[in-house]
DNA sequence: TTCATTTTATGACTTTAATCATAAAACAGC
DNA sequence: GCTGTTTTATGATTAAAGTCATAAAATGAA
């Protein structure tokens, strides 16, 4: 996170978008440095036959698609509004001089990728060698730690959908719900009227 | 890639790893910067039933396993010598000092954290929604790009065992060896006595 | 040069998650 | 409060990759 007073001395502007509105797409250019304000924002692929994969969910104070912005690459991925949300744009010029003004922020910045980075790996190894109770779990506890999940007296409240959570692991809505099933049978989680909570 | 004079100023000293010898485990907390001067090095993950998962592997020129280094995390992967290799090692106090001091330095970690965020976002996506020629398709361009494939009259020669690229994209060897024949027959590359081109 | 190991290969079969169908409950918008 | 959509749910079936067995070719070490 940059403080919001630096990126506007830069000359960052905060957009609003609604929810399920598209902030920037797959195949295009970067052309700004974005940060969360306020709602969440989902970076995602959609297959040939419209099978959603979601790279990550990111909430208010988060910054997302900069790795393109830094390579000159296209957006690998889509960002959409989950929630009715405010960014605030950053023209990447301004960024990159922000950038070479303030050395500590690069620091920062370093600290995110390699965040996000470690993520990447941990779940591209469950992803690819373990069965679906291992991955939903992996995924949970992931979040616990890093997404917002709130705790209150049944344990940490996944606030995600099963819909959500198999776009996460790359697993179907049934299995995730038979899935999460098992592993409240098993005692590894709760189901209390619906709602996930470890 | 750091200059090996300026690492080598901050105390950077040569180490030799045997073909597959482990450089550091899974598990440990992080206490040097990596950086090949020759030989390849793989970091990967064993599962619970001895199943391994490739992250990535490395060449010349190329650090690896900073991410947790700026993060004070254990390693989410094995770090092994695929073949014979010198590695330069530099403690991680100096590695930060050497950082803070030589400012366009972070830039250069910056592109390769996100270089590697890239290809890590794209193959969660293929791995998660895609087909297994897909799969091995992406993972072959990719590494054409970016792996060092030298290539000849044939085209680009993807050396890289069966095995390899399974453990990289998450199948067996089996499907690999289906899928490549299938990728073949559909005149998508070549085997040229069981070398696979494109 | 020989021998052990690794890599590529192929067929038969099994398992597991995906698919398909259907529906109730919950939620959101009007 | 009604209605359309989303989310959760369950059972039956299918497809596709994994597993198992086996072997030839290639490679590398002694």
Known sequence: ???????????????????????????????????????????????????????????????????????????????IAVDDSEVLLLPK????????ENPAISLKIIENLAQRLYYKSVMAAEMSTQEPEHRVLKLIDHGIAYFNFKKDANGY?????????????GLRVETVIRTIKALEKKGLLKIINRKVYR
Chains 1, 2 share one sequence.
Do not use: C, W
């Open 157 to 169: 409240h996944i606030n995600f959908t099963r819909q959500q959570i198999g776009d996460l692991t």
């Open 1 to 79: 996170m940059i403080a919001p007073e630096l990126l506007e001395k830069y000359g960052a502007l905060k957009k609003s978008f609604d929810k399920n509105e598209i902030i920037f797409e797959e195949g295009n250019l970067p052309t700004h440095y974005y940060q969360i304000i306020s709602g969440q924002v989902k970076m995602s692929n959609y297959n040939d036959d419209g099978r959603e994969f979601i790279q990550g969910i990111f909430y208010k104070e988060q910054s997302f698609g900069e790795p393109p912005l830094f390579l000159n690459q296209k957006y690998p991925a889509n960002a």
């Open 93 to 100: 010029n301004n960024f990159l001089k922000l950038l070479e």
